[in-house]
């Protein structure tokens, strides 16, 4: 296979050694003050995710239930920047931990500090050992460009699987619902590489035992941007350590993403994702809006097609993000027209 764009992670962290047997060696996260009470979880879970009974499906199997509060929360919750796009210069700053919050909670929707980080404040809630970890992409460079979840299960549980090579008594679970990419289900650590369909096209997540990290590689085409030039050719997308990361973390490359529109195409043109549903990994469908290309897809192929305007986008904007305040829609487009003709960074990658 031809690799391409496959650059180094930095080896910074050294707060976490990765075996050559692949029993992660992780130091406990440090315990954060519980910013996310019960009774929020609780009317987060039943209002927004829909799951009324969730106190019993809980404690029949911890497992079972956190595959479905994932499914559910990857259909419910949107990947948008519309929030920020709204904004005027001045307004522009990266969001603290209390904005995080609020913005799952009152929109349903944000960006992967945003769906990640909530996702893990959810999760430690209900009680199961999660943390957040740096995650370096083909867009950004940056051991904190991305925000991914792990919750480490214990092997006694109900549903989880363990590799014979692992010799500690629990299993990494990866959980991605912030990539504004399919990224459909939990994926077990232990037993990679682990492979799925998504637009017709390969996805897979591997273990270099070389670098020492999880890495994720797109085979053949993107799902949201179409065929590469054959079946074989595989590009890296994404890469991370299981090194426990805080929010403070994420400060300096969210500072560049979220307040500068002139380095910044999250600040300057239309980044939208949503799974319109999710059966299991290999039954999902899943809708992208980026600048004014719209792509429906599923795990067989993708369709997509390009607004003349950003006007013209605005009712495929309100009928597939439907968490978005109308307001704010037209507010983002105008700005987006504005910093188009200003020649601000637009290109996605």
């Known amino acids: 296979l031809n690799n391409h764009f496959i650059p180094t992670c930095s080896t910074a962290p050294k707060r976490h050694v990765q075996l050559k047997d692949?029993?992660?060696?992780?130091?406990?996260?440090?315990?954060?003050?519980?910013?996310?009470?019960?009774?929020?979880?609780?009317k987060f879970i039943e209002e927004k995710l829909l799951i009324p009974e969730w106190r019993e499906e809980i404690k029949k199997s911890k497992f079972n239930f956190l595959v479905k509060l994932e499914n559910r929360y990857l259909e419910k919750m949107h990947y948008e920047n519309i929030s920020w796009g709204a904004k005027t210069l001045e307004e522009l700053?990266?969001?603290s931990k209390e904005e995080v919050i609020y913005q799952c909670l009152e929109t349903g929707g944000g960006a992967c500090i945003q769906l990640n980080y909530f996702l893990r404040l959810l999760l430690e809630v209900l009680?199961?050992?999660v943390f957040n970890?740096?995650?370096?992409?083909?867009?950004?460079?940056?051991?904190?460009?991305?925000?991914?979840?792990?919750?480490?299960?214990?092997?006694?549980?109900?549903?989880v699987v363990s590799s014979p090579e692992n010799k500690t008594d629990h299993v990494l679970y990866m959980s991605d619902p912030g990539f504004?990419?399919?990224?459909?289900?939990?994926?077990?650590?232990?037993?990679?590489?682990?492979?799925?369909?998504?637009g017709g096209f390969t996805v897979q997540h591997r273990f270099n035992?070389?670098?020492?990290?999880y890495e994720r590689y797109l085979i053949g085409g993107d799902p949201i941007k179409g065929k590469f030039s054959s079946p074989d050719e595989t590009y890296w997308e994404s890469c991370f350590q299981?090194?426990?990361?805080?929010?403070?973390?994420?400060?300096?490359?969210?500072?560049?993403?979220?307040?500068?529109?002139?380095?910044?195409?999250?600040?300057?043109?239309?980044?939208?994702?949503?799974?319109?549903?999710?059966?299991?990994?290999?039954?999902?469908?899943?809708?992208?809006?980026?600048?004014?290309?719209?792509?429906?897809?599923?795990?067989?192929?993708?369709?997509?097609?390009?607004c003349e305007t950003y006007d013209e986008l605005i009712p495929h904007i309100e009928k597939y993000f439907p968490n978005l305040n109308r307001d704010n829609i037209r507010k983002a487009v105008a700005?987006?027209?504005?910093?188009?003709?200003?020649?601000?960074?637009?290109?996605?990658?």
């Open 22 to 42: 692949k029993s992660p060696v992780i130091p406990l996260p440090v315990p954060i003050r519980k910013m996310l009470s019960e009774e929020q979880a609780a």
């Open 93 to 95: 700053k990266p969001p």
């Open 127 to 129: 009680g199961y050992d």
């Open 133 to 159: 970890v740096g995650c370096k992409t083909m867009t950004v460079e940056d051991d904190t460009a991305h925000m991914i979840v792990i919750i480490r299960m214990p092997k006694t549980e109900e549903g």
């Open 180 to 198: 504004a990419r399919p990224a459909p289900g939990l994926i077990n650590l232990d037993l990679l590489p682990h492979t799925y369909q998504s």
């Open 209 to 213: 035992d070389e670098l020492q990290r």
């Open 242 to 306: 299981t090194v426990p990361y805080k929010f403070e973390d994420f400060d300096r490359c969210m500072t560049s993403i979220f307040n500068d529109p002139k380095f910044s195409f999250f600040l300057n043109t239309t980044f939208l994702f949503r799974h319109l549903s999710v059966r299991d990994i290999n039954n999902v469908e899943y809708v992208s809006i980026r600048g004014r290309t719209v792509t429906t897809g599923n795990s067989s192929g993708l369709e997509s097609f390009k």
């Open 335 to 349: 700005n987006y027209k504005i910093r188009q003709e200003l020649k601000y960074q637009t290109e996605i990658l």
